[in-house]
């Protein structure tokens, strides 16, 4: 038993208080070298395996850390560096890694490239580069990062566990680059020397582990297609002497790909046994004596604290099925802890000491997975920290704050009614079109307006309390004033207010609603140095009182002959970007944020405002990563959103709002979602869109994006025309508006002014040319 061990599968990488957010912002803005990056990043990282070795973890893992991106630095390493970034460094720099990040323009050198394509990782709110390989591509080993870190590590005295990002995840995770066709993944052969290459230097540098993440795994794989493809890259790998490989994926069950890849010439298998649980048994079955089971049992992507009894049993269980195996069970967490804020400790003092009891971030789940590995061996050892976890847990089950049983009542009471509007939409659009006298392609913004300086300076102030409420108030009342009255003047026909006492579609919501916590700390890596502190919701979610009544009916009171949009956040988008409760099913926490949104809509509507915007941005990313599971997430999806915006009169237009997506997978959740207008991201993949359309129709009203809202650069009138000249081709004129891809808040106002007023002489244009 003593032969238990205990790791992470990764750490976060920003530090306790965001130093490498920090580090790499200086070293973009040329306030510090390369050599002070470098150098306060090896900091960085001895501090965090200190830290795993700290609470008694036995093994650390190396190369988890990353300027940017982990999938960036894997295909950099191997020499997936396309055309346009090549000459950008002479030996070794990063001038070309940042470039690929985030585009490099620096006229003085003459150079304006974009960045790589950025897509969501898996389910997660974390972004990785997207690498392009191109139909001539070649590998070349051009960064040894990894060994470089492992070394390091050495020197440190740990024996630390290399991590890599798998050849056959990488390349399902690629594209084919601009011009070329052939699939990443045929590239396969050519790419394995190169990894093999990298993985002697770490054999050389004595590595004894590697772990190799293959997160695809998790995912529905054509068996024909993957299992030779797996088997020829660990034969190779195999063949190494001196390496042994720990085959990881997380996210979700192995479900059919057990099978084969618990055959796989690999030294061990990582397991997921949070989201992945449904494996177990079938994992015990399979995987061969003489293999390491890695149990991942440590949620890496949740914020609460693990029931560890609970876990034990399992842990139990498999040591137990495990006693006459030759190799060992390793304790770990589900998946890196890339996606759990650093620490709990910066929160003491600032949430309360029942709410911190329910917690664990990073650094308290190492401890977890400490504890778990110890109590294996002898749970003696470790009896007060299991009876102190197992009461947290209780409280956390008992407590009055988190069960509201109004709540829980008025969501199971509900009949169908709550489900659909009053009349079909071709009737409500009828009494729409009475009620609102909107022209043929109504122009419209998608809601937010700069945030800009002075408004941030205001609200930090109001923060502080050098600003008091009411003139803070009186601050935003007179930035709505001019921004409607701006958008009047420029033509625009539907109007927003511009969400300036907002910083975070999702925040504000969760500010207002019960069942919601702040941390003070809680960041998560979204994306490059970018983090996001999700809101925790803990419990029954309801509405104490209205949250954009005021605000919306001052609005419109700017605006005496146009409508002024309601502008709310949908249930699934503030569920998808919080931390949500594990105690009941996402789906029931949606349907009880539903509500709140709902007696918000139907207080809109009796406060005069005629058309109301429930944004769903989110509702593409939380599709499950197997297909078997689809239904299941689009049906409680589209449900809680009709909720939310069912209970007003026909002749109340409700928008909603999808951006950060393709989605055309969810075209047909979309219809069913049954607003009377959409507005969708398109201007950056217009043929998706258009092609979406061709194969299922859209009978509702809709306004794809005129213009990516992601960069400053000012769209002429001519090519947005052409754009919606081609809309035109597929949506009838009549249920055709004019809108740009998504919010204002990210822009400045000199462009958005610019921006906005060729728009308005596009759809002005098309009507003329429509009479
Ligand atoms: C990410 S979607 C953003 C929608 C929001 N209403 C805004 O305009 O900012
Ligand atoms: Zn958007």
Redesign the pocket.
């Given at each position: 038993m003593s032969s238990i061990k205990s790791t992470i599968l990764g750490f976060p990488r920003m530090g306790s208080d965001r130093q490498l957010k920090k580090l790499v912002e200086s070293f973009w803005a040329g306030k510090i070298s390369e050599t002070e990056l470098v150098e306060g990043s090896k900091k960085l990282r001895a501090e965090h395996w200190a830290l795993q070795t700290s609470y008694g973890l036995t093994e650390v893992p190396a190369g988890d850390f990353s300027y940017y991106d982990h999938v960036l630095d894997t295909a950099y390493s191997v020499g997936v560096v396309p055309e346009r970034y090549q000459n950008l460094d002479k030996e070794g720099g990063i001038q070309a890694y940042f470039a690929m990040a985030r585009g490099l323009q620096n006229k003085s050198i003459g150079v304006d490239v974009p960045s790589l394509e950025m897509k969501k990782w898996f389910d997660t709110n974390y972004h990785f580069m997207v690498p392009e390989i191109s139909d001539d591509q070649q590998f070349s080993l051009h960064s040894t990062k990894v060994v470089d870190e492992f070394k390091e590590a050495k020197e440190l005295g740990y024996n630390a566990r290399p991590v890599v990002l798998g050849p056959v995840t990488l390349l399902t995770l690629s594209k084919a680059a601009k011009g070329s066709s052939s699939a990443p993944l045929s590239h396969l052969s050519k790419l394995i020397p190169v990894y093999v290459k990298l993985l002697g230097q770490l054999a050389a540098a004595g590595a004894e582990w590697v772990q190799v993440d293959e997160p695809i795994l998790a995912l529905d794989l054509d068996a024909a297609v993957y299992e030779p493809a797996f088997d020829q890259v660990y034969s190779e790998f195999a063949k190494i002497s001196g390496l042994k490989y720990l085959l990881t994926s997380y996210f979700d069950c192995l479900g059919d790909n057990l099978a084969w890849a618990a055959a796989l010439p690999v030294d061990g298998i990582h397991l997921d046994l949070v989201r992945g649980a449904s494996d177990v048994d079938a994992a015990l079955n399979t995987i061969p004596a003489d293999k390491v089971i890695s149990v991942g049992l440590i949620n890496g992507r949740n914020i609460w604290k693990a029931n560890l009894n609970k876990q034990l049993e399992t842990l139990n269980k498999v040591i137990a099925a495990r006693a006459s195996a030759s190799a060992p069970v390793w304790v770990s967490s589900s998946c890196s802890l890339l996606h759990s804020p650093h620490s709990l400790k910066p929160e003491a003092g600032h949430l309360d000491e029942e709410t911190l009891g329910w917690l664990s971030f990073a650094e308290e789940k190492i401890e977890e997975v400490a504890i778990l590995a110890a109590a294996a061996i002898d749970s003696s050892s470790v009896e007060a920290q299991l009876q102190s976890n197992a009461a947290k847990v209780l409280s956390r089950q008992q407590s009055e704050r988190i069960t509201r049983p109004a709540v829980q009542q008025r969501l199971a009471s509900l009949d169908e009614t709550f489900y659909s509007r009053q009349a079909p939409f071709t009737e409500r659009q009828q009494v729409q079109r009475s009620a609102l006298q909107l022209p043929l392609f109504p122009t419209t913004t998608?809601?937010?307006f700069p945030q800009t300086a002075e408004v941030r300076k205001a609200r930090a102030q109001f923060r502080k309390g050098a600003l008091s409420p009411a003139e803070y108030q009186e601050f935003l009342d007179a930035e709505t004033r001019k921004c409607i009255e701006w958008q009047d003047e420029i033509g625009l026909d539907v109007l927003v207010h511009g969400?300036f006492e907002r910083t975070d579609?999702v925040e504000f919501f969760g500010e207002n609603l019960e069942g919601f916590v702040f941390t003070k700390k809680g960041w998560v890596q979204s994306y490059g140095s970018r983090c996001v502190k999700p809101p925790v919701i803990f419990g029954d979610v309801s509405r104490p009182k209205a949250m954009t009544v005021d605000v919306a009916r001052f609005a419109q009171s700017c605006s005496p002959n146009k409508p002024v949009k309601g502008?709310l956040t949908g249930p699934v988008t503030i569920l998808q970007w919080s931390f949500v409760r594990d105690d009941q099913p996402r789906s029931q926490t949606a349907g009880q944020i539903a509500l709140a949104i709902r007696d918000e809509v139907v207080d809109l509507e009796a406060a005069g405002i005629k058309v109301i915007?429930v944004?769903e941005?989110a509702i593409r990313e939380g599709l499950p990563l197997r297909k078997s599971d689809y239904e299941t997430y689009l049906k409680w999806s589209v449900d809680v959103f009709r909720l939310a915006t069912t209970g007003v009169r026909n002749e109340t237009q409700i928008h909603s709002?999808f951006?950060?997506s393709d989605f055309n997978e969810i075209f047909t959740a979309i219809k069913g979602l049954d607003a009377d207008v959409i507005t969708i991201e398109n201007s950056k993949s217009d043929l998706k869109l258009l092609g979406a359309l061709e194969v299922h129709g859209y009978a509702a009203e809709i306004g794809p994006g005129l213009y990516d809202i992601h960069s400053p650069r000012v769209p002429s009138v001519e090519e947005m025309a052409a754009r919606f000249a081609a809309l035109q081709k597929y949506i009838p004129a009549e249920n055709l508006w004019a809108n740009p891809d998504?919010?204002?808040?990210t822009r400045g106002w000199p462009e958005v002014k610019e921006s906005l007023t060729n728009l308005v002489a596009v759809a002005k244009d098309a009507r003329k040319q429509h009479a």
């Amino acid at each position: 038993m003593s032969s238990i061990k205990s790791t992470i599968l990764g750490f976060p990488r920003m530090g306790s208080d965001r130093q490498l957010k920090k580090l790499v912002e200086s070293f973009w803005a040329g306030k510090i070298s390369e050599t002070e990056l470098v150098e306060g990043s090896k900091k960085l990282r001895a501090e965090h395996w200190a830290l795993q070795t700290s609470y008694g973890l036995t093994e650390v893992p190396a190369g988890d850390f990353s300027y940017y991106d982990h999938v960036l630095d894997t295909a950099y390493s191997v020499g997936v560096v396309p055309e346009r970034y090549q000459n950008l460094d002479k030996e070794g720099g990063i001038q070309a890694y940042f470039a690929m990040a985030r585009g490099l323009q620096n006229k003085s050198i003459g150079v304006d490239v974009p960045s790589l394509e950025m897509k969501k990782w898996f389910d997660t709110n974390y972004h990785f580069m997207v690498p392009e390989i191109s139909d001539d591509q070649q590998f070349s080993l051009h960064s040894t990062k990894v060994v470089d870190e492992f070394k390091e590590a050495k020197e440190l005295g740990y024996n630390a566990r290399p991590v890599v990002l798998g050849p056959v995840t990488l390349l399902t995770l690629s594209k084919a680059a601009k011009g070329s066709s052939s699939a990443p993944l045929s590239h396969l052969s050519k790419l394995i020397p190169v990894y093999v290459k990298l993985l002697g230097q770490l054999a050389a540098a004595g590595a004894e582990w590697v772990q190799v993440d293959e997160p695809i795994l998790a995912l529905d794989l054509d068996a024909a297609v993957y299992e030779p493809a797996f088997d020829q890259v660990y034969s190779e790998f195999a063949k190494i002497s001196g390496l042994k490989y720990l085959l990881t994926s997380y996210f979700d069950c192995l479900g059919d790909n057990l099978a084969w890849a618990a055959a796989l010439p690999v030294d061990g298998i990582h397991l997921d046994l949070v989201r992945g649980a449904s494996d177990v048994d079938a994992a015990l079955n399979t995987i061969p004596a003489d293999k390491v089971i890695s149990v991942g049992l440590i949620n890496g992507r949740n914020i609460w604290k693990a029931n560890l009894n609970k876990q034990l049993e399992t842990l139990n269980k498999v040591i137990a099925a495990r006693a006459s195996a030759s190799a060992p069970v390793w304790v770990s967490s589900s998946c890196s802890l890339l996606h759990s804020p650093h620490s709990l400790k910066p929160e003491a003092g600032h949430l309360d000491e029942e709410t911190l009891g329910w917690l664990s971030f990073a650094e308290e789940k190492i401890e977890e997975v400490a504890i778990l590995a110890a109590a294996a061996i002898d749970s003696s050892s470790v009896e007060a920290q299991l009876q102190s976890n197992a009461a947290k847990v209780l409280s956390r089950q008992q407590s009055e704050r988190i069960t509201r049983p109004a709540v829980q009542q008025r969501l199971a009471s509900l009949d169908e009614t709550f489900y659909s509007r009053q009349a079909p939409f071709t009737e409500r659009q009828q009494v729409q079109r009475s009620a609102l006298q909107l022209p043929l392609f109504p122009t419209t913004t998608i809601g937010s307006f700069p945030q800009t300086a002075e408004v941030r300076k205001a609200r930090a102030q109001f923060r502080k309390g050098a600003l008091s409420p009411a003139e803070y108030q009186e601050f935003l009342d007179a930035e709505t004033r001019k921004c409607i009255e701006w958008q009047d003047e420029i033509g625009l026909d539907v109007l927003v207010h511009g969400e300036f006492e907002r910083t975070d579609m999702v925040e504000f919501f969760g500010e207002n609603l019960e069942g919601f916590v702040f941390t003070k700390k809680g960041w998560v890596q979204s994306y490059g140095s970018r983090c996001v502190k999700p809101p925790v919701i803990f419990g029954d979610v309801s509405r104490p009182k209205a949250m954009t009544v005021d605000v919306a009916r001052f609005a419109q009171s700017c605006s005496p002959n146009k409508p002024v949009k309601g502008m709310l956040t949908g249930p699934v988008t503030i569920l998808q970007w919080s931390f949500v409760r594990d105690d009941q099913p996402r789906s029931q926490t949606a349907g009880q944020i539903a509500l709140a949104i709902r007696d918000e809509v139907v207080d809109l509507e009796a406060a005069g405002i005629k058309v109301i915007q429930v944004d769903e941005p989110a509702i593409r990313e939380g599709l499950p990563l197997r297909k078997s599971d689809y239904e299941t997430y689009l049906k409680w999806s589209v449900d809680v959103f009709r909720l939310a915006t069912t209970g007003v009169r026909n002749e109340t237009q409700i928008h909603s709002h999808f951006c950060y997506s393709d989605f055309n997978e969810i075209f047909t959740a979309i219809k069913g979602l049954d607003a009377d207008v959409i507005t969708i991201e398109n201007s950056k993949s217009d043929l998706k869109l258009l092609g979406a359309l061709e194969v299922h129709g859209y009978a509702a009203e809709i306004g794809p994006g005129l213009y990516d809202i992601h960069s400053p650069r000012v769209p002429s009138v001519e090519e947005m025309a052409a754009r919606f000249a081609a809309l035109q081709k597929y949506i009838p004129a009549e249920n055709l508006w004019a809108n740009p891809d998504c919010g204002l808040k990210t822009r400045g106002w000199p462009e958005v002014k610019e921006s906005l007023t060729n728009l308005v002489a596009v759809a002005k244009d098309a009507r003329k040319q429509h009479a």
